[in-house]
T-cell receptor
Framework: QQPVQSPQAVILREGEDAVINCSSS?????VHWYRQKHGEAPVFLMI?????EQMRHEKISASFNEKKQQSSLYLTASQLSYSGTYFC???????????FGQGTRLTINP | DSGVTQTPKHLITATGQRVTLRCSPR?????VYWYQQSLDQGLQFLIQ???????AKGNILERFSAQQFPDLHSELNLSSLELGDSALYFC?????????????FGEGSRLTVL
């Protein structure tokens, strides 16, 4: 039931783009994205609902492909502040629990 | 500051012991979630409460139990502790009942079992 994230780690130079994928084997109700900086608590980025629109948070956007049960997080023109571990969380209708993937560690170098 | 308060921030104890972690949700939030994060691991869902009632359960061990009190604070009890229980335990709160909305995470309680 745990979603699968890929890649596990990404290293970028400031200004480069990245894509993080999140896949589920079960039909999804929603996908949630969080970012956790080292030594801190996870912080909410956005929620994508089944049938909903693509969402944005600053220069970070995400999409939800219901057919493939997959979500992708797009980080455009990355900034140093984007460094951290990104987690996708998936929810199945009525389950009332948010199950997170293993995370993708993003490192942005100057 | 998310508004979610967790105590204690750090706890060191021995194998076989029992500990209680406490969480106060944001004002107005009725849902409380507990997650376990081991070193360099993801966030493992343990359990969720809404307004005092258990609503969802993850892979929570039988040695672990939780409850949410009438004032909405929650406690996670861990007993017969093992070395592998060493982890960061996060509490998160949400205003939603059905289908998780935005979760606000506390700073976590770091448990070390020696």
């Amino acid at each position: 039931q745990q979603p699968v994230q890929s890649p596990q780690a990404v290293i970028l130079r400031e200004g480069e783009d990245a894509v993080i994928n999140c896949s589920s084997s079960k039909a999804l109700y929603s996908v949630h994205w969080y970012r956790q900086k080292h030594g801190e608590a996870p912080v909410f980025l956005m929620i994508l609902l089944k049938g909903g629109e693509q969402m944005r948070h600053e220069k970070i956007s995400a999409s939800f492909n219901e057919k493939k049960q997959q979500s992708s997080l797009y980080l455009t023109a990355s900034q140093l502040s984007y460094s951290g571990t990104y987690f996708c969380g998936t929810e199945f209708g009525g389950a009332q629990k948010l199950v997170f993937g293993q995370g993708t560690r993003l490192t942005i170098n100057p | 500051d998310s508004g979610v308060t967790q105590t204690p921030k750090h706890l060191i104890t021995a194998t076989g012991q029992r500990v209680t972690l406490r969480c106060s949700p944001r004002s107005g939030d009725l849902s409380v979630y507990w997650y376990q994060q081991s070193l360099d691991q993801g966030l493992q869902f343990l359990i969720q409460y809404y307004n005092g009632e258990e609503r969802a359960k993850g892979n929570i061990l039988e040695r672990f139990s939780a409850q949410q009190f009438p004032d909405l604070h929650s406690e996670l009890n861990l007993s017969s502790l093992e070395l592998g229980d060493s982890a960061l335990y996060f509490c998160a709160s949400s205003v939603r009942q059905m289908n998780t909305g935005e979760l606000f995470f506390g700073e976590g309680s770091r448990l070390t079992v020696l």
